[in-house]
């Protein structure tokens, strides 16, 4: 019993990394891009599973969210957008699928001499950062009575927290440019998704609305020939 | 726990399928998707080391990937969408006005 308990991780890898693989063959093997999508999704979670194995839970939790709630969601959002079915039922695999074949095994053999199990030693060092905050709680000094010390509180499994303080300490300017990355590709995305209003459109379109496009097109007009 | 080298194998694997699915699909939505695969493989391997190594910074850059990640699944959706109105097409061979 015992030995299967210390066994049982490393079956959990082997039963969650198989999946993933799968599904990923899947995903890249699959006609409709919708089936694509969901093959997609369960690799994420399996991906996620697999963070929750390393101490990494902050991270799965965030893999969940951003990748299975969000990223998945745009995606199908798009794939029903555009309407698949009337595409022209024609050949899914690109005109130089062999080559792509060909650099695939290539890279695979390049990933199999330098990284099998094996090669890397593993080290015993102390894994407690990753789930350890340190605190300094004020308190009565026990030294110079009527001064303030310091007392360290160390509090463990608290792995979300040691990103904060890392992300909010360390990595407070990459943080900042993060958000401003997101800024720019939030307005990327709606100027590029905007779309131009067809004939009918203008004609059904309430007349405050006409009123605002006219003026945008006389503006643009201006400024051109400005 | 299983050693470094096969969480490094299995995250070599997921990349190396995505990258294959870059190369030989024609679907541009499918090409995004691989392209999230291998960003995921990538993610995986830094897990794995700041799990080895005992210190943060894996993690950190982890969360970074994965907002990079975000805003370029965003951003790629939003011109696949443009591509689609301009040549009602998503096909990656067809669009090669710039002779690419």
């Given at each position: 019993m015992d030995q299967l308990t210390a066994s049982m991780p490393l079956i959990v890898f082997v039963m969650i990394g198989t999946v993933a693989v799968a599904s990923s063959i899947l995903v890249v093997a699959m006609r409709n891009p919708v089936h694509s999508a969901l093959f997609l999704l369960l690799t994420f979670l399996c991906v996620a599973v697999l963070f929750v194995m390393q101490k990494a839970e902050f991270v799965g939790a965030v893999q969940v969210l951003v990748y299975a709630g969000g990223i998945m969601v745009l995606f199908l959002f798009v794939v029903m957008l555009i309407n698949v079915r009337h595409l022209p039922d024609e050949r899914v695999l690109s005109n130089f699928w062999k080559g792509g074949f060909l650099v695939g095994l290539a890279v695979f053999v390049l990933f199999?001499?330098?990284?099998?199990?094996?090669?890397?030693?593993?080290?015993?060092?102390?894994?407690?950062?990753?789930?350890?905050?340190?605190?300094?709680?004020?308190?009565?000094?026990?030294?110079?009575?009527?001064?303030?010390?310091?007392?360290?509180?160390?509090?463990?499994?608290?792995?979300?927290?040691?990103?904060?303080?890392?992300?909010?300490?360390?990595?407070?300017?990459?943080?900042?440019?993060?958000?401003?990355?997101?800024?720019?590709?939030?307005?990327?995305?709606?100027v590029i998704g905007k779309r131009e209003l067809s004939a009918i459109e203008e004609e059904t379109m309430p007349d405050y609305m006409l009123e605002r496009v006219e003026t945008e097109k006389r503006v643009k007009k201006e400024s051109m020939s400005a | 726990m299983p050693e470094i080298g096969a969480w490094l194998m299995l995250s070599g694997t997921l990349f190396t399928v995505g990258l294959v699915g870059v190369i030989i699909r024609r679907n541009m939505i499918t090409v995004l998707m691989c392209i999230e695969l291998m960003l995921n493989a990538v993610n995986i391997n830094l897990v794995a080391f700041s799990h080895r190594l005992g210190s943060l910074e894996g993690q950190v850059f982890t969360i970074f990937i994965i907002t990079v990640a975000a805003g370029e699944a965003a951003v790629g959706l939003a011109i696949i969408i443009q591509l689609y109105r301009l040549r009602s097409t998503i096909n990656v061979d067809e669009a090669r006005e710039l002779n690419g």
């Open positions: 199999i001499t330098m990284v099998r199990p094996g090669v890397y030693h593993d080290e015993r060092v102390n894994k407690s950062r990753l789930s350890t905050v340190v605190d300094r709680v004020p308190q009565n000094s026990t030294k110079h009575p009527g001064r303030i010390g310091h007392r360290k509180v160390t509090r463990r499994n608290v792995n979300s927290e040691a990103i904060a303080n890392a992300l909010y300490n360390d990595y407070l300017v990459p943080f900042e440019v993060a958000s401003l990355f997101l800024l720019v590709a939030m307005i990327g995305a709606i | -």
